[in-house]
């Protein structure tokens, strides 16, 4: 058997004329090739993003214009439904302006208790249609006049009107919605001219009441 000398350790061979550091193996060298595959990597995803900011740009504006047509079209079918309703309106409101001497002959038979028999259910009949189509009656004795649906044609003066007053109602008025399609013919009458408002009669009444002052 071969003996082992404690303390020393087997070392390759060493070719004949070569150093020491000449036999350690060197890190290898990169190649010219793969020193370029990362410049053209950072190139590739430099214009990746270029076109990706392009899309989403592209994508922005036409987000944006698909957001004004889509308000456009809103406002359009707004406006149609709105002129739609309007025409509807003016339609009606024509029809039943041609039937207002008809509602007030039926109107007049009815106070002067002439509404009986098979007219009376005619007048009943055609009072509620023209309900069913919006039509509604304003106009009542005692209300302040209001010259934007008050037709005033005739006039007096009160004592007991503190403020121009419907009096009397000739012929009522009716309107459909907001529209008035004829305003109410009224009497009104008017303070007496000069007299003292209301509430300085109470107060000087009042007055009156606890004596007036004190006696010296």
Same mark, same amino acid.
């Given at each position: ?67 004004? /047509? !889509?308000?456009? $079209?809103?406002?359009?079918? #707004?406006?149609?439904?709105?002129? *739609? &309703? +309007? %025409?509807? @309106? ?79 109602? /000739? !012929?009522?008025? $009716?309107?459909?919605?907001? #529209?008035?399609?004829?305003?109410? *013919? &009224? +009497? %009104?009458? @008017? ?26």
């Amino acid at each position: 058997m071969t003996e082992e000398t404690p303390g020393f350790e087997e070392k390759p061979d060493v070719p004949s004329g070569t150093t020491p550091d000449e036999a350690e193996p060197k890190a290898a060298t990169p190649s010219s090739e793969e020193a370029a595959a990362p410049a053209g990597d950072a190139n590739q995803t430099a214009g990746l993003t270029a076109q990706l900011d392009q899309v989403r740009t592209a994508l922005t504006e036409r987000t944006g214009d698909l957001q004004r /047509l !889509q308000a456009e $079209y809103q406002n359009y079918r #707004r406006r149609v439904e709105r002129d *739609r &309703v +309007a %025409v509807k @309106e003016i339609a009606v409101a024509g029809l039943l302006s041609e039937l207002l001497p008809v509602l007030d002959d039926v109107g007049r038979a009815r106070e002067h208790g002439e509404l009986v028999g098979g007219f009376k259910s005619v007048a009943e009949s055609l009072e509620t249609v023209v309900a069913k189509l919006g039509l509604q009656q304003f106009g009542k004795e005692g209300e302040p006049f209001d010259p934007t649906i008050h037709e005033a044609l005739m006039h007096s003066y009160a004592p007991d009107v503190t403020e121009t007053t419907c009096v009397a109602i /000739l !012929q009522p008025g $009716y309107r459909i919605g907001e #529209r008035t399609i004829r305003p109410a *013919r &009224v +009497a %009104v009458a @008017e303070p007496q001219p000069g007299a003292a408002p209301a509430g300085t009669k109470e107060e000087k009444a009042d007055d009156e009441e606890s004596g007036g002052g004190e006696e010296v």
